[in-house]
């Protein structure tokens, strides 16, 4: 019977046109397909700016998160919302022809306000806003957010003089208003007009079956404008516009970028050709052309703002991770955790062993330090989280099961192996949770100390108002420093579990993953 494959998108009209669309095409190719719909935090939250909630992937996340817990197997996105860096274990598998990449002004009445120094103006977007104001630094722009139907209510019932939107988008659902007006100065967001399919990297059938929508010119394109954005390291927080197209009669492919100050008063643009199939360091060029004008400067003078909320992470992020939160969060970070691999002997893997666990990264590094590969002789590897899983077969050979967490491979076990025996490579600090259930169910738990896990506390300052924490090891080396008087943000329940022993506010994280916290801290800050 032929795989269905499950097509997850946002429920806007919008979206579910685009959806469809892609629905429509797969079917031509004789698969079976079904549309899931899934609300999205930039869907919940309109009661502030886009670059004020600070999430990136604001649309894309919660998709993100059905495809990785198996609820969808492919997601169909609006390529401009979608962060230039995907989840790990989830890619690119399609680019659709692009549709009209332009914006437009749809008016409330006429165009007689351009010529007046008090227009008002409509759109949730900073690009929009910031040219906009460059181009009539007299008139004011205010926010407008909400999808398609809600933003053209919300223009027809306040007294502004018009809205900016994405042509694509009232295009294709058929709304767009007669006296729409092209802005055709208007550099339009990396990507726009563009629809995006996503796939999660080992899913071979959808991937197959998507790539056979790609359309290569819009891919090229989309690729130099995402590319350009991600080299400015500019988000939803940045004014940061880019267009690519292929000129057919040269073959070329023309670039425009632009950056500008959120007020719009400053502004860096760069035109550029590249030959197609000689494009590899086009937007490279242009990004390093705004770089040097002083684009770096122009974004941290909008970045200096006061910051209106602190955090501490109990383990060194990475800058992709910083740039997951908004400016108006200042964060710190440290190791709060250093581990130390133990010598494993050799005959502890000298035979065959038949059930082995592995709950963590450092446990699969830790085996990975004694022995090679072919030294091991695992017949059953259980494991705890789906980088964990990654990292055994990559070093150490393929994992029989994993679960999310300690208790539900406990339970697994306990009914799969019961009577029988395991080996559970451990950290001197590890939670009883596992081994106490299975010894209490028959099952012999041999425990190896791989490596060993000490802490390192920092002393953190007052003004912080939340602290990341990642395993229950960092939360008792937190507490050997600080007071428990801020919001503790967990990757998990486990780690939770510790916090609330100290913590009156904790949150969990829907995914085990750094990426998943950073995403809790954003909302909950939001909401503030």
């Not at 549709?99 to 409330?108: E, F, G, Q």
């Not at 007009?193 to 394109?221: P, R, W």
């Not at 937190?478 to 503790?488: L, R, S």
């Not at 913590?503 to 750094?514: D, Q, W, Y």
Request: proline share 3%.
């Amino acid at each position: 019977m032929q795989k269905i494959i499950r097509i997850g998108t946002r429920d806007s009209q919008l979206a579910m046109w685009q959806a469809n669309k892609v629905r429509k095409q797969l079917e031509e190719l004789e698969y079976k397909c079904e549309i899931v719909p899934i609300k999205s935090t930039g869907d919940l939250v309109l009661d502030k700016p886009l670059y004020e909630l600070g999430i990136t992937g604001i649309f894309t996340k919660n998709l993100d998160i059905a495809m990785l817990n198996g609820d969808i197997d492919i997601a169909v996105h609006s390529l401009k919302d979608v962060p230039t860096v995907l989840p790990q274990g989830i890619v690119q598998a399609a680019v659709l022809k692009r549709a009209n990449y332009a914006d437009i002004l749809v008016l409330k009445d006429n165009e007689e306000f351009f010529g007046q120094p008090k227009g008002i103006i409509a759109t949730g977007s900073l690009r929009r806003k910031a040219q906009w104001l460059n181009r009539y630094p007299t008139h004011e722009v205010v926010d407008l957010r909400g999808n398609v139907n809600t933003r053209l209510e919300k223009l027809a019932s306040n007294d502004w003089n018009g809205a900016v939107f994405a042509a694509a988008g009232l295009e294709r659902i058929g709304i767009r208003p007669k006296g729409a007006i092209s802005l055709s100065w208007m550099i339009p967001a990396p990507a726009q007009g563009a629809i995006m399919i996503t796939a999660l990297e080992n899913d071979d059938f959808s991937k197959d079956a998507c790539e056979q929508l790609n359309h290569y010119e819009t891919q090229v394109c989309v690729g130099i404008e995402r590319e350009f954005l991600n080299r400015l390291e500019g988000g939803c927080t940045a004014p940061i516009g880019a267009l690519a197209y292929i000129d057919d009669k040269t073959e070329e492919i023309n670039f425009k970028g632009i950056l500008l100050s959120r007020d719009g008063k400053k502004k860096i643009s760069v035109n550029k050709k590249g030959k197609l199939g000689r494009h590899k360091f086009l937007a490279k060029d242009c990004a390093d052309y705004v770089i040097n004008k002083g684009g770096k400067e122009l974004m941290m003078e909008d970045m200096g703002l006061e910051k209106e909320f602190a955090i501490f992470s109990t383990k060194k992020l990475s800058e992709i991770q910083k740039k997951l939160l908004p400016t108006s969060i200042a964060v710190e970070d440290s190791d709060f955790i250093k581990i130390r691999f133990n010598r494993i002997a050799p005959k502890v893997v000298k035979n065959e062993i038949e059930n082995v666990i592995i709950t963590s990264k450092n446990g699969v590094e830790a085996i990975a330090n004694s022995f090679t590969s072919d030294e091991l002789k695992f017949k059953n590897i259980y494991c705890v989280g789906r980088r964990t899983k990654k990292l055994i077969e990559q070093k150490i050979g393929k994992v029989t099961h994993s679960e999310r967490n300690a208790e539900k491979l406990a339970a697994y076990l306990v009914k799969e192996i019961k009577g029988q025996e395991v080996t559970y490579f451990c950290s001197d600090l590890r939670l009883d949770t596992l081994p106490s259930v299975l010894a209490e169910n028959g099952i012999r738990v041999n425990e190896v100390e791989a490596y060993k896990t000490m802490y390192s506390p920092a002393k953190v300052g007052e003004k912080v108002n939340g602290v990341l924490f990642y395993s229950p090891s960092t939360v008792e080396s937190y507490m050997k420093e600080n007071a428990a008087d801020k919001v503790a943000f967990c990757i998990g329940e486990s780690t939770a579990k510790e916090a609330r022993k100290h913590f009156e506010k904790v949150e969990v994280a829907k995914l085990p993953t750094v990426e998943s916290v950073i995403e809790l801290v954003n909302l909950h800050f939001v909401k503030k």
